[in-house]
């Protein structure tokens, strides 16, 4: 086209001049035409660059958008599986943990249980042994005329040594295997009921001096029985005695009948024949018949 408008202009260059315009003339239009060519040349082939490269970019924008959906997916689906991979880890610490956890319970259950399953658990059991003999003395020796031990420093004592029954039979609690299974052990039920002199002391404090009497009497008196019942824990042989009467108790039941009877006729010999003075009643004749 440019080729096409130079020849145009040349031929009427030569139109318009004629015979009057010389050949410098005629070259010097030829050469802005040339130019104009050029410039128009040059145009173009910016414009066809353009195109180019705007149909390049056009088709890269559409790979790097294809490329960022693709390494999207796959930074979805890596980051899926680093959850589930995390949420393996941590049910497999948990297990791990749960595990530890059952395992140290079950450790310091048997530590508790079985004396011999260590020298520390033989230790122990030995050491509790002597502590319960000796909270079972101190308030005994209390009910003397001149007791050893001051008001004061006995209670102290006391409450010393239910603080120390009672943390045992809770970490006792906490040890077992079921957490309901632990009262169905007459032990453990005695254990807990060891709370209940800790109690009373506490409520000693805010009662008037009656009540305090008749409250001490019962923790000088019913207390030590209580916790010898506790130390029968150390004597693992007791099951066996346990284990006897209960094989032997249908056979138990005869000679019991017979020491009903016994005592029934000697009671009725002695109520028959002592005056009314000695012997009162029927049950003051059975009575004699058993503490003789």
Known sequence: SARGETGQMRKSSKASCGRICSKESVMTIERECAGKAMDE??????????????????VTGDAGRTMFKQQRRTSK???????????????????????????????????????SSSRAALLYSRTMFCVIIASVFSPLLQTMRSPPLSGRVSATLEICFDSVFAFEALLRWVAHPTFWGFLWFPFNVLDLVLFVPLVLRAVVLSLDDSS???????????VPIMRLLKALRAFPNLRLVYYALSRTREALTV???????????????????ESRENIETMPHAMWFVIVT
Do not use: C, W, Y
């Open 255 to 273: 000679p019991l009948f017979l020491l009903l009877l016994l005592t029934l006729v000697f009671s009725t010999m002695i109520f028959l024949l």
């Open 212 to 222: 305090n009497a008749i409250i001490g009497n019962l923790l000088l008196a019913v």
């Open 41 to 58: 040349v040059k145009l173009v082939n910016d414009v066809l660059a353009n195109v180019a490269a705007s149909d390049t970019d056009h």
């Open 77 to 115: 689906s890596s980051l899926r599986s680093n959850n589930s991979m995390s949420r393996q880890m941590r049910d497999k610490v948990e297990q791990i943990a749960r595990r530890s956890r059952q395992f140290r319970s079950e450790k310091m259950h048997i530590f508790f249980q079985e004396p």
